[in-house]
Nanobody, 126 residues
Framework: QVQLVESGGGLVQAGGSLRLSCAAS????????MGWFRQAPGKEREFVAA????????YYADSVKGRFTISRDNAKNTMYLQMNSLKPEDTAVYYC???????????????????WGQGTQVTVSS
């Protein structure tokens, strides 16, 4: 059983930065691709970024490319999302996730991830 816990959310002004963390416990963290998703009120959950098990490959939504950086430290069982140049439209609950039981996943599809954290709120004021 893998458990994921996000932290680092908060209120920030437009143009500011935040760093989210996702701490994993349970089964071998380093075995899995990991992803960040977000969900704003009244909207569907959307892909933000993903990182391969080794950290050697990273993927970003066009809306965050060049502003957000995903990384992971397998020795610490932790994944990060560095968010710079934040915009009001980045306001959402941010979730980390892993396709622990589903080997036939697509990194950009939320419905192919089967383990999720509880989410952390990010609010960007204008």
């Amino acid at each position: 059983q893998v458990q994921l816990v996000e932290s680092g959310g908060g209120l920030v002004q437009a143009g500011g930065s935040l760093r989210l963390s996702c701490a994993a416990s349970g089964r071998t963290f380093s075995s899995y691709t990991m992803g960040w998703f977000r969900q704003a009120p009244g909207k569907e959950r959307e892909f933000v970024a993903a990182i391969s098990w080794s950290g050697g490959s990273t993927y970003y939504a066009d809306s965050v490319k060049g502003r957000f950086t995903i990384s992971r430290d397998n020795a610490k069982n932790t994944m990060y999302l560095q968010m710079n140049s934040l915009k009001p439209e980045d306001t959402a609950v941010y979730y980390c996730a892993a396709p622990v039981y589903n080997s036939n996943y697509n990194y950009w599809r939320a419905d192919t991830y089967d383990v999720w954290g509880q989410g952390t709120q990010v609010t960007v004021s204008s």
